[in-house]
Structure formats: structure tokens, C-alpha cells
């Protein structure tokens, strides 16, 4: 009676293995770029909605609303709030603002995203800490 040998062999693993690393070892930059992109559209949805509720609250008012009011209003989301920190510059006569979410952490491809009371829109690399 002939026993057959079933299974793979030790060089048969060791390409699929292969050929699995190599293609992780690419495919990883390209979804964590994909990653950071999609975080950044996060963010700017967010900040345009935002300055939208400021021009409504100053229509309604007179007045910009805080900071605490806007998050209230529309607050960010987990995920974002683990990437970005939120700071808002208000006038002194809460006549005009300033949104800017800045990057926790700079290696992960995330700038910084201002909104101001005009509704211009800016992306900076500036202002991005490193605290891990």
C-alpha cells in the first residue's frame, strides 16, 4: 500500500507567503493615503457645516455662537476628535470668528483647515503638532 503525501510543501508556504507580504507591503501606503483623504473631507464637511450654522446664528442674533454652542449644535465626530483639535478665535463683539481644526499627530498626512466669518476655506501644513 503507497501512502501519497497530501498538503503543501515547506517552499510552496514560503512563496505564498511571499507574494502575500509583498503585496501588503503595497497596498498599505496606498490605504492609509486613502485614509488620511477621506479623514481630511471629514473635516472640511464639518468646518463648512460649522461656518453654515455661524452665518445662521449671526442672521438670528446678530452674534456668532461659541464654541460649546456650535460643538453642541453639531458635534464632531469620535473619530475626528481623536485626529484634529478644535480651536475657534472669537472677536471680542462676537462679530467675527475664526474655526481651525490642527492634526494631533503630524505622521499621519493631515493638515490644518481654517474657516473664518468670510466662509474662506484654507489648508496649511502649518500648526500641526507631534504628540503622539
Given at each position: ?16 507567503l511571499t507574494?502575500?507580504?509583498?503585496l501588503?507591503a503595497?497596498?498599505?501606503p ?17 468646518l463648512e ?10 442672521l ?15 458635534p464632531l465626530s ?8 478644535v ?13 481651525e481644526?490642527?492634526?494631533l ?5 493631515l493638515?490644518s ?14 500648526g500641526?503638532?507631534c504628540?503622539?
Open positions: 500500500m503507497s501512502k501519497e503525501a497530501t498538503g503543501f510543501t515547506l517552499i510552496e508556504l514560503l512563496v505564498t507574494v502575500v507580504g509583498v501588503a503595497t497596498a498599505y496606498s490605504y492609509h493615503a486613502h485614509v488620511a483623504r477621506l479623514s481630511m473631507i471629514e473635516a472640511r464637511l464639518v457645516s460649522w461656518a453654515s450654522l455661524q452665518a445662521q446664528a449671526r438670528k442674533t446678530g452674534r456668532f455662537l461659541t464654541l460649546k454652542d456650535l460643538s453642541a449644535r453639531a469620535d473619530r475626528l476628535s481623536r485626529l484634529f483639535r480651536d475657534q478665535h472669537l472677536g471680542a463683539d462676537r462679530l467675527t470668528f475664526k474655526l481644526l490642527q492634526p499627530r503630524s505622521q499621519l498626512g493638515r483647515l481654517t474657516v473664518d466669518h468670510w466662509g474662506r476655506l484654507t489648508a496649511s501644513d502649518r500641526s503638532c504628540a503622539d
